[in-house]
């Protein structure tokens, strides 16, 4: 990819998630007072989470609220701090990097689950939402696990051939999950078919991707990629904590991991940028 695509696409990346994050800031006045309402007819995921989440506070309705409004804005900041700081840069792992970070924006969908008590939208509103928020959270682990790759010695010159077909990857994924649109989880989230078989994907996914970047400490006898992975393991744990909160007791250190290992990550990054 030549810089001037790169630094369109970063542009882009900026605009919508402004876009998204205006789009969340204006839905306040209408979604905010129908978080209890969803949280009445809510339920616990019924997996192996389900034990530890009996040992955490009760469900709060609006720590969604939050989660969602984190996650825009988090995805505003990122686009912003890449192209501040990667405007020019060739390591290819930056890009695929990039639409990791730019998939939290697709959290902004998120409102239209109360936006659909409030405007008495169609129930198939929450599942269309539902698989396309599936949809940008795989694409955006897709995306850091071919950033893994290239860490780790992966050979494609033209890397843009990817974004498609991980795209339709992560689209048949979306669409063929069960969901359940008359019920929620306490996260305020339509219920999912096979959900466990669904976390172990998840987290394999984001397992392999450090495992990629530890390998690039090897492949390319650079030690910075072992910080980088570290890093992308504190960003992905926040990830998950914030997406699946409930309770401000998963809240806030979600927030706190996520932000540390995104500051953490750009700092080893940047090195590596300067010294390329």
Known sequence: MTISKHIVLLKAGIVISFLSLAAFAVSVRYIFPFYPSLMNYGQAPRDILTFIAGLLPA???????????????FAFAAQVLLFYYFEKTQLIEIRFLGIFLFSFTFEVLRILFPLKEA???????????????????????FALFAAGLYACGFKLQREEKLFFPIAIIALMFAFRLPLDMFHYYTNIFPVIGFLRMFRIMDASIILLSVYCFISGAYTRSNSEYYFIALGLLAVTLGRSL?????????????????????????KQLRRMYLWA
């Open 59 to 73: 469900p709060v309705p609006y720590a969604a609220f939050i989660s969602t409004g984190i996650s825009v804005l």
């Open 119 to 141: 405007l008495q939208l169609s129930g198939y509103v929450p599942v269309i939402t539902a698989r396309l928020l599936i949809f940008g959270r795989l694409y955006g682990l």
């Open 242 to 266: 914030l997406f699946a909160a409930d309770t401000w007791l998963l809240l806030f250190p979600g927030l706190v991991l996520l932000v540390f290992g995104a500051w953490f990550t750009g």
